[in-house]
């Protein structure tokens, strides 16, 4: 693994675990809200601590990382929905705009990229081999 991998891992795994601490601290509110939205957080805080577990400790685990692409993804999307048109069974209500889940996407969002980085780095054929220079063709 080279420094410029580390580095993207290594915010994958920030990521995992910030959004993982912050679902896990607004369980409760959600749990008071109803049992599907609190639910869906400690659902999403588990995974979330479960996915830096495992970069940390399989860090060329290429499952782990399309796991955690999958996941940010689902946890912006379903943000959007929340916002927008709420979330049916979870969360029926459009919610207002919250600086707290603004800045928890946005970290999410950084991760996101870095996972998909990664996960498009490590498969062969998806990024294009290096022209060989100096060479007329």
């Known amino acids: 693994m080279n420094r410029r991998d580390g580095v993207e ?8 675990a910030i959004s993982a601490g912050i679902h896990a601290a607004l369980t409760p509110d959600h749990l008071s809200e109803g049992a ?5 957080f400690l659902g999403a805080a588990v995974l979330l601590a479960s ?4 970069l940390t400790t399989r860090p060329q685990s290429t499952a782990a ?10 946890l912006i999307a379903s943000y959007a929905l929340a916002i927008t048109t709420g979330l049916p069974v979870l ?3 459009p919610e207002p705009l919250d600086r707290l889940a603004l800045v928890t996407k946005a970290v999410e969002a950084v991760g996101l ?6 996960v498009r780095r490590s498969r062969p054929g998806l990024t294009p081999s290096p022209r060989p220079r100096g060479l007329l063709t």
């Open 9 to 16: 891992r290594d915010a994958v795994v920030v990521t995992c």
């Open 36 to 40: 599907g939205a609190g639910l869906g």
């Open 51 to 54: 996915l830096a577990v495992v």
């Open 65 to 74: 990382l399309a796991t955690s692409g999958v996941v940010l993804t689902g």
């Open 91 to 93: 969360h029926p209500e």
């Open 113 to 118: 990229l870095a996972a998909a980085h990664l």
